[in-house]
């Protein structure tokens, strides 16, 4: 691929990106073909195929996804939300509609979902694994099993293969406080991640190499995170969503695959950790597994992300220190 060929399709790649974080905050509310085709500024004719062929899946079917999943997350998060609430707030037209997509997505209503999620999280175990329906290459049917879905884990072993507790790691302390938005410039990659350490260096290799040169990179002005778009208890490991970013300033001009976005602000909790690579999973295990659970708070529906605040090299035992970051509410 030459020079000029590649800097095309990351023109394109960043338009799909904005439409992905477009969609991602407006999912209450209705979104019609033209307006996502503005947002990308591609004709409306043209802009569903491009969408189609670059992201993997249709459109609606992308739109529908992002709906299910979130619903998914409050009813397992939200236990005092109705199922009409959480199908209203992911953007349903009424509960009998989210109803039909959800069982076609998960194979079970809501309600079920909700009881053994629960059931589950207090160590009753299930009659039998969650399934997500799925189609195959042949256009039929599959199941794909979710595994657990009780603990929040990020970067960790497949959850459909242990039979052991996770190993958890405990922060060396929290805070909940009120944020600003933050505006970040990024790279993004849509695909598995957990543990891939060369591929978080790649993306933050890209970011860096553009930031440079153009004076984003003050250091310790300038802040470095990771933001995490979906759940990888609930989303297929091929469609994660995950951001390598900086901060940048309010409306800092970018070009190809650098796309910029803002992280909203809000009420987050902060867990402070020290962490050798492999200890990422065990430390998102205790966030959402042992603290949220007896903190008084509930996970909010924006972003979470982790927040580096170190360079390894030049820690004594090349530990990371970083920040998760988790939005909630009260209870």
């Not at 999912?27 to 043209?46: N, T």
């Not at 072993?157 to 507790?165: G, L, N, Q, V």
Request: glycine content about 10%; overall charge neutral; charged content about 25%.
């Amino acid at each position: 691929m030459g020079a000029e060929e590649g800097s095309r399709r990351e023109e394109y790649l960043a338009r799909i990106h904005r439409v992905q974080d477009y969609v991602e905050t407006h999912l209450d509310q209705e979104l019609s073909l033209r307006e996502l085709a503005a947002v990308a500024c591609f004709s409306p004719f043209h802009f569903h195929r491009i969408f189609s062929a670059m992201v993997g899946e249709p459109l609606h079917r992308f739109v529908l996804r992002l709906r299910l999943e979130k619903a998914a997350s409050q009813l397992l998060h939200n236990p005092k939300k109705s199922v009409t609430e959480v199908a209203l707030d992911c953007g349903f037209g009424g509960s009998a509609a989210f109803a039909r997509a959800f069982r076609a997505e998960f194979g079970m209503s809501g309600s079920e979902w909700r009881r053994r999620c629960e059931a589950e999280r207090r160590g009753a175990g299930m009659a039998g694994s969650k399934k997500r329906k799925t189609v195959g290459k042949e256009g039929k049917d599959q199941e794909q099993d979710l595994g657990s879905t009780g603990d929040g884990v990020r970067n960790g072993p497949d959850a459909t293969s242990r039979r052991e507790p996770m190993p958890i790691k405990a922060a060396g302390s929290v805070r909940v406080e009120e944020t600003t938005p933050l505006n970040v410039a990024y790279v993004r990659h849509i695909g598995p991640y957990a543990g891939d350490a060369e591929l978080f260096k790649g993306l933050f290799g890209k970011l860096m190499s553009w930031a440079g040169p153009r004076g984003l990179l003050r250091f310790p002005e300038t802040r470095m995170l990771c933001v995490y778009h979906d759940n990888p208890d609930v989303t297929e490991p091929e469609k994660l969503r995950v951001s390598a970013c900086i901060t940048v300033p309010k409306g800092t001009p970018v070009e190809g695959e650098v796309g910029t976005m803002e992280v909203p602000g809000g009420r987050y909790a902060f867990a402070h950790f020290e962490l050798d690579p492999s200890e990422y999973g065990a430390a998102w295990t205790w966030v959402y597994g042992t603290w949220l659970p007896s903190s008084g708070y509930q996970p909010d529906d924006r972003p979470c992300f982790e927040l580096y605040l170190n360079d390894p090299n030049q820690h004594p035992e090349h530990k990371h220190v970083v920040e998760i970051v988790a939005p909630v509410r009260p209870l």
